[in-house]
């Protein structure tokens, strides 16, 4: 039976070679080197699909992937509809914050009941954190170099991933609250879980075996 397994490349698809090759999936290409979107493997009934990391739930979504991995961020922002998430891999682990400029007094500021421009990528974890804590918002879609709004005056705080803290630091950004912690989840089409039950369920058990610690 054909199972298609949707992947970004970069970081995720890095970290889950490991977990492929547990399922005794090795890819027949290297994703950062080909221009191929559809990326054969060792088995001839097994594809992997490259697309962007925020369409990934889509992908599995309406069936065009039988299995993804997606990370929470992107999972909660796109909603769960019609996605069975089996899994917790462990991978491409970092953590929601919220950060600011080292000389904007994010206290204060909260503590004053000031209205804080917000520069995400991820409205809705932004959205949530914010009326949680009663704190008014306007809310300012970017798609990338969430660091810079601060830094020419397009926003009083971003929402956005940190790992290393390497950025922030880079960019005289602090950290001032931590919403999330993420990681990357497997996600399963649900309808073929179904159908394709006896295929998928040993690459799902073999992933289990070997997320890491
Ligand atoms: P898109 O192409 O949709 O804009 P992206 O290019 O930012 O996404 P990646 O940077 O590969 O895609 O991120 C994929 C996932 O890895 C994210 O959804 C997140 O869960 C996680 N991630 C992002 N940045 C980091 C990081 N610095 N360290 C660890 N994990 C991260
Ligand atoms: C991610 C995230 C932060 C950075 C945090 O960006 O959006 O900018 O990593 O990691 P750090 O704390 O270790 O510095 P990424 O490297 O994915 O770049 P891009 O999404 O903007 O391409
Ligand atoms: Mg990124």
């Known amino acids: 039976m054909k199972l298609t397994i949707a992947l970004s490349k970069g970081r995720i698809f890095e970290e889950t070679l490991p977990l492929l090759a547990a399922a005794g999936i090795v890819p027949a290409e290297d994703p950062e080197s080909s221009r191929k979107l559809v990326i054969d493997t060792n088995h001839e009934h097994v594809k992997l699909v490259i697309v962007r990391a925020s369409d990934v739930p889509t992908y599995v979504q309406y069936g065009a992937a ?36 080292n000389d904007f007094d994010y206290e204060a500021a909260v503590k004053h009941g000031a209205r804080l421009k917000i520069a995400t990528k991820y409205p809705q974890i932004a959205r949530e ?75 799902l058990d073999a992933f289990a075996s070997a997320v890491p610690a």
């Open 66 to 101: 039988d299995l993804g991995i997606a990370g929470r961020d992107v999972l909660i922002e796109h909603g769960g509809d019609g996605l069975y998430q089996p899994l917790d891999l462990n991978i491409a682990r970092c953590k929601m914050m919220v950060a600011v400029s």
């Open 129 to 203: 954190h914010f009326a949680r804590k009663g704190v008014h918002v306007d809310i300012i879609k970017l798609y990338g170099s969430m660091e810079l709004a601060p830094l020419v005056g397009l926003a009083d705080a971003i929402v956005d991933l940190v790992s290393t803290g390497n950025t922030l630091k880079a960019n005289n950004l602090l950290a001032v609250e931590h919403i999330l912690d993420i990681s990357s989840r497997l996600v399963v089409n649900q309808a073929a879980l179904k159908l394709k039950y006896s295929t998928i369920q040993p690459v």
